[in-house]
């Protein structure tokens, strides 16, 4: 990956984590272009691996539901733009997608990232994501034509994953920071900078928000 794509400051990083949901003319976030390098090398890896050991191979029957019939011609990077560019999902909605990729890999042993279910995986765990993370969102019907999928087959892999997932959809602040972490890690320019601040630093404007909204209403009532 090439460093001069990923300069930015630390300003610049809050600003993609906790305000792209709300411009609909921002480019698109860092973290979409750290998290497209961390899958395709843990794929080249996968790979690698299973050129040299065929028991590397996924052999869990339940996740096959993810294996697309065809190989999509489209990359990780371009595919997770055209999500956030037609979802305007808010890049935390990324990071709480990775934390489930990862947990879903921990729970299924036989599974193995690679080109044939990524896209798949991607656009499920990030719809899951973008409805424990998000106020409002698209339905079901519109994830899927953004994916390229049909509402019944993304219906389908949505539960499936659920189940596979043991339900376990809650990501504590502290569960989030660590994640947010090891993806500043990826960055690897030495920024100086911490992701896992804007977590903290979103939950205090929507909490301003709420508070603001609750005395309008106080306000209100008193002029009624």
Partial sequence: MAT????????????????????????????????????????ARNERIA?????????D?????????????????????RIFRYTRAGPSVYV????????????NLGFRINARNVH?????????????????NYRNSYFARVGGLTTNELNKL????LFMMGFKMHVKVSVFESYCCHLER??????????????????????AQNEEKRYINQITRIML
């Fill in 4 to 43: 001069s794509s990923l300069a930015i400051s630390p300003r610049k990083l809050r600003s993609d984590l906790y305000s792209y949901s709300y411009q609909s003319h921002s480019n698109t976030p860092l973290v979409i272009s750290v998290l497209a390098s961390l899958i395709e090398r843990t794929m």
């Fill in 120 to 136: 798949r995986l991607l656009i499920t765990t990030i719809m899951v994501a973008s409805k424990y993370v998000e106020d409002m």
């Fill in 51 to 59: 050129k040299i050991c065929s028991w590397a191979l996924s052999k």
């Fill in 96 to 107: 709480v997608a990775y934390v489930y990729i990862d947990r879903f890999c921990q729970a």
């Fill in 61 to 81: 029957f339940r996740t096959r539901v993810f294996d697309c019939y065809e190989t999509p011609d489209m990359t990780i990077q371009s595919y997770l733009e």
């Fill in 158 to 161: 949505e539960l499936e994953f």
């Fill in 186 to 207: 990826e960055v690897g320019i030495g920024g100086g900078y911490h992701i896992e601040k804007t977590l903290r630093c979103a939950e205090e404007i929507k909490s």
